[in-house]
């Protein structure tokens, strides 16, 4: 019989053991990413949600810039060419403050930054790429119409050819990002099919009103694109890429972001429970103690290591070259899933408290009702695998 070195302690914080299949680069980027935003966004993000404004999105951009975060995927350009795993730690520490500040980094990096390292020019690359890489530049990205969101191929934002020129005019809803940022990555119809347009946003016939009154996401900038006669150089275009292939590329780098995301959520509520639980006395004893507490405890464990074990195995699989569309729609659908039921579960554990904002529980649950519809709704990735599994397509 073989002798087995013996098992270490059951670790309350990796509950089944996960950590052993990161190296140690890996666990310090996570340790790095952790702290800081610790610092920067963590003590002030509840007042930010209840407020619904970031005090300073430009000074919190380039703090995520000067550690590496924004298109820390991405190859050269001022980009940090960091692994996939590596970008997906990242988005579960930023998301394990909150929702909104993984999206400004995700929108940043995994949309209008890839967009324009994917499709731009070597000009459009060389112009803005460096600046977002550091967070002196902010972008946005402009897919969602007000009647064209699951089904954007129907989008009636227009560019036409006027001489050498382009002209634009349509609205964009929705855009994270969108009043604060210097240059949006417009998706508009032409005589070609769907094309992608880098629009700085200082250009006349360009504004981006914030969207007031959501309760989710409050702690993230939402805004309308309205673009009125906006005149654009014939560079202003992506030279090849002509279709949804543009945009849908783009989405499924922000996709898989967010299946590691929703596991922060998730991960921030259970603990926050946990703690309640074991503070909490009702019936002489530690709610912690009742059968009842212990079975949404273990659920809840039970799902966010599951999804924590797939977010790890579709990041390995992205940096193998192997990750289809279709295993990031399994990976969204599952962990959002499963994130923003442990979020209402978790607040079920605190009671009264668990929806007040003195806890982060109902911000990341009401946080996760956005993340459960962007990026493709439940319902859309549903029908993905649905369609992969069956040769069927169910989507009309
Ligand atoms: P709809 O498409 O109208 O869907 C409504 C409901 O109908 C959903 O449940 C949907 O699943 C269901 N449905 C639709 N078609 C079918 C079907 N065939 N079968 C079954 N069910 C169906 N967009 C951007 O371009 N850039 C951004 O930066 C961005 N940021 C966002 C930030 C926030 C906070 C939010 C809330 C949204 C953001 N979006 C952004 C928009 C987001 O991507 C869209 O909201 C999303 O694609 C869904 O579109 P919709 O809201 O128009 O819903």
Redesign the pocket.
């Known amino acids: 019989m073989s002798s087995h070195p013996k098992p270490p302690p059951f670790d309350v914080d990796d509950p089944a053991g996960i950590d052993d299949q990161l190296s140690q680069d890996e666990k310090d980027v996570r340790a790095s990413v952790r702290q800081l935003v610790g610092q920067v966004a963590e003590p002030y993000v509840a007042d930010w949600f209840e407020r619904g404004t970031i005090d300073d999105p430009r000074a919190l951009m380039k703090s995520f810039g000067e550690m590496g975060l924004l298109g820390m995927h991405l190859e050269g350009y001022g980009c940090a060419g960091m692994t996939a795993v590596d970008y997906g730690l990242a988005c579960l520490e930023l998301e394990a403050c909150d929702s909104g500040i993984r ?1 400004m980094v995700s ?1 940043q990096g995994s ?1 209008a930054m890839f967009a324009i390292w994917r499709w731009g020019s070597e000009e459009h690359k060389q112009e803005w790429l460096p600046r977002m890489a550091t967070g002196e530049a902010i972008g ?5 119409e007000p009647d ?4 954007p191929g129907g989008m009636r934002t227009r560019a036409r050819r006027d001489g050498d020129d382009w002209v634009l005019d349509g609205r ?6 969108g009043s604060i940022a210097d240059v949006a990555v417009v998706w508009a119809q032409t005589d070609e099919g769907i094309r992608g347009f880098v629009v700085p946003t200082d250009v006349p016939g360009f504004s981006a009103p914030e969207i007031k009154h ?1 309760l ?2 409050r702690a ?1 900038v ?1 805004s309308e694109l309205v673009l009125e006669g906006v005149r654009l150089p014939a560079s202003a275009a992506f030279p090849e890429v002509r279709g949804l292939k543009g945009p849908l590329s783009c989405l499924n780098e922000a996709r898989y972001g967010i299946v590691w995301g929703a596991m922060g959520a998730a991960r921030s509520s259970l603990y926050a429970a946990l703690s309640y639980a074991g503070d909490r006395v009702q019936f002489g004893k530690p709610i912690a103690g009742f059968q009842l507490t212990q079975a949404k405890l273990a659920d809840m464990t039970l799902e966010l290591v599951k999804g924590e074990l797939l977010a790890l195995h579709l990041g390995r699989q992205k940096d193998a070259g192997r990750l289809r569309p279709e295993h990031v729609s399994l990976g969204k659908l599952n962990n959002v899933r499963e994130a923003i039921e442990i979020c209402r579960t978790s607040r079920t554990i605190l009671g009264a408290n668990g929806i007040s904002l003195e806890y982060p529980v109902i911000r990341h649950a009401n946080n996760l009702e ?1 993340v459960l ?8 990735h549903t ?1 993905v695998v649905g369609q992969a599994l069956t040769g069927l397509a169910a ?2």
């Open positions: 999206s929108v949309l946005c990205f402009g897919l969602t064209h969101g699951s089904d964009k809803m929705w855009i994270t990002n959501k989710s996401l993230s939402t956005s519809t962007y990026e493709g709704t439940v319902e859309m029908l989507f009309r």
